[in-house]
């Protein structure tokens, strides 16, 4: 069972490029998230959506783009990049009937030079 | 926002030693309080979690303290190993939408 499956685990941007980060599961949850990590700062939550075609912004959704068009899949995509998006990038879905655990993916780290 | 705050930031303990670490909340409509556990290049994972209805939830080595009133609550790790050495994150909220903390680096020295 793979869970939340992240890609890349790993990119290298330069400023003003644009890339989407890929974040799918295999769970059939209706609710997944977006979330970066700094340093010191916890995650902070980007964007979600609760279900397919239906998305929302969190705390952080400045420069970040998102849509769901099926329920297992949740693409970020960083429109032009900037160096204040240098983070570690990580995706998370739970069941929204629930109310439970998030699962999360392992990670993107991306630094934007 | 909602503000979770932790403390400590980090945290160095001897094999067998207790390790606690504390979070202080805002929102008392929040009715989901967990501790995920987080190991270098890792995602955080669900350790423990508790509501409200009770004071404290007890998982072999792991316990939540939750104190209503003073809206706080705190993880213990008993018999603390090298094995727990990791970042442990305290949230609130909903599996929907949670609120983190700053984190807590535990070192546990063999």
């Known amino acids: 069972n793979a869970g939340v499956t992240q890609t890349p685990k790993f990119q290298v941007l330069k400023t003003g490029q644009s890339m989407t980060l890929q974040c799918a599961q295999d769970m059939n949850h209706e609710y997944m998230s977006w979330y970066r990590q700094d340093p010191g700062m916890g995650l902070r939550l980007i964007h979600y959506s609760v279900g397919a075609g239906i998305t929302d912004q969190g705390e952080v959704p400045n420069g970040y783009n998102v849509s769901r068009s099926t329920t297992e899949d949740f693409p970020l995509r960083l429109l032009s990049a900037a160096p204040s998006q240098t983070s570690v990038y990580f995706c998370a879905s739970s069941d929204y009937r629930l109310n439970t655990e998030a699962f999360f993916g392992q990670g993107t780290r991306l630094t934007v030079v | 926002q909602q503000q979770v705050k932790q403390s400590p930031q980090s945290l160095i303990v001897q094999k067998g030693g207790i390790s606690i670490i504390n979070c202080a909340y805002e929102?008392?409509?929040?009715?989901?309080f967990p501790w995920y556990q987080q190991f270098p290049g890792k995602g955080p994972a669900l350790l423990i979690a508790i509501r409200p209805d009770v004071s404290e939830k007890k998982e072999g080595r792991f316990t939540i303290s939750f104190n209503k009133s003073a809206k706080q609550f705190s993880l213990h790790i008993m018999d603390s190993q090298p094995g727990d050495s990791a970042t442990y994150f305290c949230a609130t909220g909903s599996a929907r939408q949670l609120t983190f903390g700053s984190g807590t680096q535990l070192t546990v020295l063999p």
């Open positions: 929102n008392t409509a929040f009715d989901y």
